[in-house]
Structure formats: C-alpha cells, structure tokens
C-alpha cells in the first residue's frame, strides 16, 4: 500500500468555484502534513501546513482527520492562478517526506 | 524561505556516460538533504536520503551504486547518475530543510539521456 494516496483528477473548475482535495495516508504514526503547489516544470513550494485543529489562510484551508488518517484542502473562491497541481505531504517518524501523487486543478474563466 | 540551488538545471548526455548533480543549501546547514525524481505527470518520488558525513539511506528499488549520493558538508550534496540510460531521463530534485518540518526544494535538474 502506498504510504500517501490523492486522486489526481483532473479536477476543472470555473472561477470563483469551492473546490477540495483530500489525501489519505497509511502510517497512523505520521507527525506531520503538508500540502505543496507545483507548477509545470517547478519545484514543489510549501503551500501549508495541516495542525491538527485545522487551519485556514485565506481562501485556503486544510484539515487533518487522524482518526480517518485524511488530510484535506479547501480553496474557496478559486483564481486563474490556482491552476496547478496540488501535492499532499506525509512525515512518518523520521526525516522522510512522502508525497502524493498530485492532484492537477485548472481554473476555467 | 531557506534557499536550495541545483545544479545544473538542465544537461543532456549520452547513454553511458555519468552525471553530477548538486544540491547546496545557500542560507542554512543541512544535515539532511532529499533527492526526488519526477516523471513527467508523476510525484516526485523520493530516491535517497543524503546524511552529512554518512552514508545515505536509499529507498527500497533505488540502486544505491548506480545513484551515488555524497554528502561532504553541510551545504552540499550531490547525485551522480552513474552509466546513464535513456530510462533514467527525469527531473531530479532535491530537499533540504529543518527536520520534520517543511522541506525547501531545488528548482530541479532536467537530466535527457540520448
């Protein structure tokens, strides 16, 4: 079983639209959850970190539910330039980073 | 953010030969460090695990002598894709941060093998 699961759309939506992304995870000790936003032919850059009470930073929100061991991230009032692909980022015990395989969001005028 | 170059960005080479990557941490020490590979419309997957005056751990699949990871300082660390082939095409990056918290990528090597 893969350590970190997203469904990788893609996912097209108009401006303006409400869309979310969950991710799901295998390793129940896992300490820490990110979500990256990758570009084409781009580095992956952090995007936010998940706590566990959830959190929000402007029209984006992300939450964890351990019980469920999903992760998930809302972006409200979608732009043209959150076209990109959405990464979710799992930290088992340990130094190692686990990606997702991405999900592509595109934002249609 | 931290700042992590690579390079080069972008290298063509032959079927055969061996290419060097690096991976330094400009504004912060690393004694850890990620090499990622990316297919085209894939994660990245992670390869390696690169540990200041260590050896680097390698993940399950990955040929530790065909992928050479050295770590010599704490701002440096570099992959050598050893005898390069075609199917080794892909876009390398690699991770430094501070421990489980979050990781500053390179902008990526784009490595074409003919």
């Known amino acids: 079983r893969k350590e970190v699961e997203q469904d990788p759309g893609p996912f097209n939506v108009p401006e303006g639209a409400t869309v979310a992304f969950n991710c799901t995870y295998s390793n129940s000790a896992s300490q820490s959850f990110f979500w990256y936003r990758q570009d084409c032919r781009k580095e992956p850059k952090l995007l936010m970190s998940v706590y566990s009470s959830g959190n929000e930073d402007g029209r984006f929100t992300a939450q964890l539910n351990r019980a469920s061991q999903y992760i998930s991230l809302l972006i409200r009032d979608s732009k043209l330039s959150d076209s990109a692909t959405y990464l979710c980022v799992v930290t088992p015990s340990g130094n190692q980073f686990y990606f997702g395989t991405g999900t592509s969001l595109t934002v249609i005028p | 953010g931290a700042v992590v170059s690579q390079h080069p960005s972008w290298v063509i080479c032959k079927s055969g030969t061996s290419v060097k990557i690096e991976c330094r941490s400009l504004?912060?020490?690393?004694?850890?460090m990620f090499w990622y590979r990316q297919f085209p419309k894939q994660s990245l997957m992670l390869m390696a695990t690169?540990?200041?005056?260590?050896?680097?751990?390698?993940e399950q699949g990955v040929e530790k002598d065909k992928f050479l990871i050295n770590h010599a300082s704490l701002t440096l660390s570099t992959l050598t894709v050893t005898s390069a082939h075609p199917e080794d095409s892909s876009f390398y990056i690699c991770s430094g941060g501070q421990g489980r918290y979050e990781q500053y990528f390179g902008p990526g090597t784009r490595l074409t093998v003919t």
């Open positions: 690169s540990n200041e005056g260590s050896k680097a751990t390698y």
């Open positions: 504004d912060f020490q690393a004694t850890t």
